[in-house]
C-alpha cells in the first residue's frame, strides 16, 4: 500500500427524496436560526422547488435574494452581502445549480469582511481571488443540477467593467476550507424540476468528476472506494435519460451517485478535477458552450489520449463502470463514457457546440497546457500543446 493522507472537512450530506422537508431540522442541528435563500430568478419564481424549500425551512426563512446568474458575478455576491446585513440571516441557503453556490459562498466572504467593494474589486483584478477572513456567513447548498459544484471548497467569481468594481473582465475564484458548505441537501424531487437539457448537460460535468476522481493524481482509497461506488450508480441513472426524461428510479440513483463521487474531490491540500475539466475550461471559459456539453464532446477523446500516453488506471475505471471484464479495459471505458454523454443526448463533435473554430485551437490547446488542473494529470502523463490540439481535431 503507498502512504496517503487525506484530510477532509466533508459537509453534512442528506440525500432522498423530500429531503427539502428536513431543511428545518438541518438548521436546528447546525444551530442556525434565519435563513436567506440566494437563487437565480427562474428557479426562485419555479413553484416546484421553492415551495418545498419555503415549507422545510418554516419560520426560519427571513428572505429571498433571487439575482444569481450564470456569469457569477461579484456585483451580485455584494448585493447578496447586503441581502444578508438588511436580513440579519446567519445561514444562506443557495437553491439552484453552481451559480447560485458559487455566489452565495462569496456573498458570505464579503458580509463577513469590513472591505469595501471597491476594494473587492481591486483585490479581484490583482490577484484572481479574494481573501477569506476566519468566518463567513455558512452555505446550505441545495442543488436543482447534477454539476457537482455544490460539495466543494471552491467558488468561481468573475467581474467585469460594466459592474463599476473593474476595469477589464476578471474571471476568477475563491479556494478555502471556510467555503466548504455546513450542509447539502440532495432532493431528486427538485432535481427532477429542471429542465431535461439543462439537467443532461450538467450531469455529464459531474459524472466526469468520478471518473477524475480515480486517475488523478490526488487520488486515495478514500476517493477511489466512494468514486467507484459513485460512478457505478450515476452511470445507470444516466443510462435512463435515453428514452427521455428519466425514470424516478434513474434519477434516484443518479442523484446518489452525484453524491458519492463528489465525496473528497476538493479537500484543503488537494483535489481531483484534472485533464478533462482543464479541456472543458479551455473549450467554454472564452466561448458561449456550456462547460457540461463541452464535456460530453471531449470526454471519450481526452480518455482515448489519457490512455495511449498512460495507464490511467483503466482497469479501475472499468470495473467502477460495470465494464471490468472487458479485453481491452481502456475502449471499454471510453465506450461506457461515450454510451452515458449519447444517453444524455449531447452533442458528440465540437464543430456542433457554440465553441472554438479549428484556427483557434492553437490558443484553446495553449490554455489547456496551462490550466491549473493539468497539475493533477496522471502521474507520467506530459501534456502538450501539439498533443492538446490534436485531440481537439479528432473531436472536431
Not at 487525506?6 to 442556525?32: H, I, M, N, S
Not at 457569477?72 to 453556490?101: F, P, Q
Not at 490577484?127 to 442543488?143: M, W
Not at 463514457?337 to 444524455?344: K, P, Q
Request: net charge negative; hydrophobic share 45%; aromatic share 4%.
Amino acid at each position: 500500500m503507498d502512504a496517503f493522507r487525506f484530510e477532509y472537512d466533508p459537509a453534512v450530506l442528506r440525500c432522498g427524496r423530500g429531503a427539502a422537508a428536513d431543511l428545518g431540522a438541518e438548521l436546528d442541528a447546525l444551530g442556525l436560526e434565519r435563513a436567506l435563500v440566494v437563487t437565480g430568478e427562474t428557479v426562485g419564481s419555479t413553484a416546484a422547488v421553492m415551495d418545498p424549500v419555503r415549507d422545510g425551512l418554516g419560520d426560519r426563512l427571513v428572505g429571498l435574494f433571487d439575482e444569481t446568474t450564470p456569469a457569477k458575478r461579484l456585483a451580485t455576491a455584494v448585493a447578496g452581502a447586503a441581502a444578508i446585513e438588511r436580513t440579519d440571516a446567519d445561514v444562506l441557503v443557495a437553491v439552484g445549480g453552481g451559480s447560485s453556490v458559487d455566489v452565495a459562498k462569496v456573498a458570505g466572504v464579503v458580509a463577513a469582511g469590513d472591505r469595501s467593494a471597491a476594494e473587492l474589486g481591486a483585490e479581484l483584478a490583482e490577484t484572481g481571488t479574494l481573501s477569506v477572513p476566519d468566518e463567513s456567513t455558512p452555505v446550505v447548498a441545495v442543488p436543482t443540477t447534477m454539476a457537482g459544484a455544490d460539495h466543494t471548497a471552491a467558488a468561481g467569481i468573475t467581474a467585469t467593467p460594466d459592474g463599476g468594481l473593474v476595469d477589464r473582465p476578471v474571471d476568477g475564484g475563491i479556494s478555502d476550507p471556510a467555503l466548504m458548505p455546513a450542509a447539502v441537501v440532495y432532493d431528486p424531487d427538485l432535481v427532477g424540476t429542471t429542465p431535461r437539457g439543462v439537467l443532461a448537460a450538467s450531469a455529464m460535468n459531474g459524472f466526469d468528476k468520478g471518473i477524475e476522481t480515480l486517475y488523478a493524481r490526488a487520488s486515495t482509497p478514500i476517493t477511489d472506494a466512494t468514486a467507484r461506488r459513485g460512478l457505478r450508480q450515476f452511470r445507470a441513472g444516466l443510462l435512463g435519460f435515453a428514452d427521455g426524461d428519466p425514470a424516478p428510479e434513474d434519477l434516484d440513483r443518479a442523484v446518489e451517485g452525484l453524491a458519492l463521487v463528489q465525496y473528497g474531490i476538493s479537500r484543503p491540500d488537494a483535489g481531483t478535477l484534472s485533464v478533462i475539466h482543464a479541456f472543458g475550461h479551455g473549450v467554454s471559459r472564452p466561448y458561449p458552450v456550456q462547460q457540461g456539453r463541452a464535456h460530453g464532446v471531449l470526454a471519450p477523446y481526452v480518455l482515448e489520449y489519457v490512455f495511449d500516453a498512460v495507464d490511467g488506471r483503466r482497469n479501475l475505471l472499468a470495473e467502477a463502470l460495470d465494464v471490468g471484464d472487458a479485453d481491452d479495459p481502456a475502449a471499454a471505458v471510453v465506450d461506457a463514457v461515450r454510451e452515458v454523454a449519447d444517453a444524455l443526448g449531447l452533442p458528440d463533435s465540437l464543430r456542433d457546440v457554440d465553441g472554438p473554430e479549428p484556427d483557434e485551437f492553437d490558443d484553446v490547446a495553449r490554455a489547456v497546457v496551462d490550466d491549473a488542473l493539468m497539475a493533477n494529470a496522471p502521474a507520467g502523463l506530459d501534456p502538450t500543446p501539439a498533443a492538446v490540439r490534436a485531440v481537439l481535431e479528432a473531436a472536431w
